[in-house]
């Protein structure tokens, strides 16, 4: 993809699922139409509209979590060797889910994801920028890196996305307190995982 960004990239997990809410036009969406919608240079809406889409019903699909973390993993290091265009292979680009179900999931998300916005300005912003920033985005690379191998396991996957989508979120709106509970979230997952293994 190498078209230009929209004239007015999501600012808010609100604006963010409005983009997607506009994306699901047809029978089905593909990441191809998710990311025409949001912008080929947004790689960090484009991580949190992947991630907060994981945390809802659709993560139970089988193969959407690996599918949700190949996409992740190849924008974020993108992201990190600062690319101006993102890039996905062919493959990836036409995967597709129902839109009746993606329309369900934007909905389920509608509530929390105001709740978040009304309780988030800049703040924190030491966590948002330069070498914090470069760490967030390294984050945002790793911890999926472990969804295919959890994709069986209830919540796991779930949890990190939601890790994700808070670190994203804060480097968004560059409020750090947000990118904060990210990490704390990284920090929650590892602990079950390492139950789970340990059990």
């Not at 290091?77 to 101006?84: C, M, P, S």
């Not at 179900?101 to 030491?126: K, Q």
Request: glycine letters at 10%.
């Amino acid at each position: 993809m190498n078209g230009g960004a929209p004239a007015s990239q999501p600012r808010s997990l609100t604006g963010l699922l409005d983009a997607l809410d506009d994306a699901a036009t047809g029978p089905s969406v593909s990441v191809a139409d998710l990311l025409t919608h949001i912008g080929d240079r947004s790689f960090t809406p484009v991580i949190l509209a992947v991630a907060v889409l994981l945390v809802s019903p659709i993560s139970g699909i089988p193969g959407v979590p690996t599918l949700s973390a190949l996409v992740i993993v190849l924008i974020g290091a993108q992201a990190l060797l600062r690319r101006r265009h993102l890039w996905l292979p062919g493959p990836l680009m036409r995967r597709k889910i129902g839109s009746d179900r993606f329309r369900r999931a934007i909905a389920w998300l509608r509530r929390p994801s105001a709740w978040i916005d009304r309780h988030s300005h800049a703040r924190l912003r030491i966590l948002t920028t330069g070498p914090a920033r470069l760490a967030a985005f390294s984050l945002c690379v790793l911890v999926p890196m472990m969804w295919p191998a959890l994709e069986l396991v209830p919540m796991v996957t779930s949890l990190g996305a939601a890790a994700v989508a808070l670190v994203a979120f804060g480097l968004l709106t560059h409020d750090g307190l947000y990118v904060l509970l990210g990490y704390v979230m990284c920090g929650t997952m590892g602990a079950v995982v390492v139950a789970l293994v340990g059990g």
